[in-house]
């Protein structure tokens, strides 16, 4: 099936200007300046205090003898000074490479050899695992966790010297699973970068005056989108310290949110807390996302009184790249107007309608289209195919062109609302004495996503007990790496090329090796 540029089928969308982000943010504190952008621990941050430390940043990083290009790793928890980082870093023309506060080991070692950054900005508390992995082979600035900011940056003047940033300058690395293989670099640009808060605007139908609830890891690409969204449309970000579902309704009322975000199993909790006399009264309109299932959609919006909006996209575009707005329930939507859409079967021909296809995605615009991996051709090469990009996700569509997500078509992996890299788990058990081969596949649970069942070969004469397993690698994976359920195999289904079959892996659970009958709880830092 195919969602070509017709705006009966599209959800449609403004051009994306050549305003760049850091040009945007200097306009905001100009003619905006004692405007909210975001709250913080009694905090209010306006435009002209978010320029100010924005240039106080950028005036650090410049003092650390970094330039336009070189490539900046961030390892960052949830804060104020992660904004300033990211919109400083956009506005000196360096490439930010975001990395996940919870990886350890050999994952994130991958990243930071593969990416290769120049600095890397952490949290002093990371400071052990990034030893470990990269021997601190980059430029480290701390952020202390003393007074809360990075070493330097209290005292730094303000650095008006304009950089010539232009929109289509590659400004970040986001890293991404991909569909196969290790995790790779995907090359964005500040136009990139733009494109999917206007998206979000659309979506949310946001306007002036709105406060968001802003809880995202800005690791994440979409809580990066948020960011710049806030400034795009004027919205106020209420930002907190963490995603809490025990406190997530109330935090709402106390900021007097009118839009919350969510992410893939954030629902699922939310509905699980107890039932509270309070659950509608709140100031919520919009409830906004991906990931979203029809029966968490209807259950979600008829207790708490909200509107649904839900999306899908993926880091190797923009944040979104479909929207449903017109309150299909389990609905991703229809293609933005950047896109054209098709679902296509194996052989590369379009399905009918209600059949699943692979999502394949063509940019009318290319400067919005797949940029490319960071110095990875074999990979760039594999996911493009005459034009259009290969998602490597599944989608069926109804007679109205509305698309409904079905899973992953590879070896990529969903769990707590991040994609996970099956390569990046099955290498680090691979690694242990007693396997011979071991295979990462997705089941189904009861929060929407993807559980993770791990199958395990010994080596001949071996033995290992799958609680020590699971110990053993939570020493090495971060916490949403860990699998919940481990089952042992005599013999792996291959392909003529000797590789695991991994569809025809069962995916049953009943009976098999489960981490949650057990007291293990993985340390989350």
Known sequence: MFFQNDVSAQVVMDDVSDETISALLARRARVHPDETYCTFNQERITFRLLERRVNQVATMLKAQGLARGDRVAVMLQGHPEHLYLIFALARLGMVRVPINVHLIGA???????????????????????????????????????????????????????????????????????????????????????????????????????????????LHHGSGVAVAIAALMGRFQLAMVERFSASRFWDDAREHQATHIHYLGSVLPMLLKQPARVDDRQHGVRVAWGGGCPAHVWQAF????????????????????????????????????????????????????????????????????????????????????????????????????GNLFYAGRKKDMLRRRGINISAWDVESVFAEHEAIAEVALVGVPSDLGEDELKLFVRVREGARVDPLDLIRWSSQRLPYFQIPRYVEFIDQFPKTPTQRIQKKDLSRHVAGVWDVAATDFRPNKH
Not at 185 to 204: E, M, N
Not at 344 to 357: E, H, M, N
Not at 367 to 378: I, V
């Open 107 to 217: 994952p994130l070692k991958h990243l930071l050899t593969e990416l290769d950054p120049k600095a890397l900005v952490a949290e002093v508390a990371y400071r052990a695992a990034i030893e470990e992995a990269d021997g601190l082979r980059s430029t480290v600035i701390w952020r202390n966790g003393v007074d809360g900011v990075f070493d330097g940056f209290a005292h730094c003047a303000e650095d008006h010297d304009a950089t010539d940033v232009r929109a289509d300058d590659v400004i970040a690395l986001s890293p991404s699973s991909g569909t196969t293989g290790a995790p790779k670099g995907v090359l964005k640009t500040d136009r990139h970068l733009r494109a999917g808060p206007l998206a979000v605007l659309r979506l949310t139908e946001a306007r002036h005056g709105d406060v968001f609830l802003f809880w995202e890891a």
């Open 301 to 400: 919006a008829e207790r708490f009184g909200v509107t649904m909006r839900e999306g899908y996209g993926l880091s190797e575009l923009i944040t979104f790249v479909t929207a449903n707005v017109d309150g299909t329930p389990g609905s991703i939507g229809k293609p933005l107007s950047y896109y054209d859409i098709s679902l296509v079967g194996d052989d590369g021909a379009p399905v009918p309608v209600g059949q699943t296809g692979e999502v394949v995605v063509q940019a009318h615009d290319a400067r919005l289209g797949f940029l490319g991996y960071f110095r990875n051709p074999k990979a760039d090469a594999a996911a493009r195919r005459a034009g259009s990009f290969m998602t490597g996700d599944l989608a069926h569509a109804d007679v109205h």
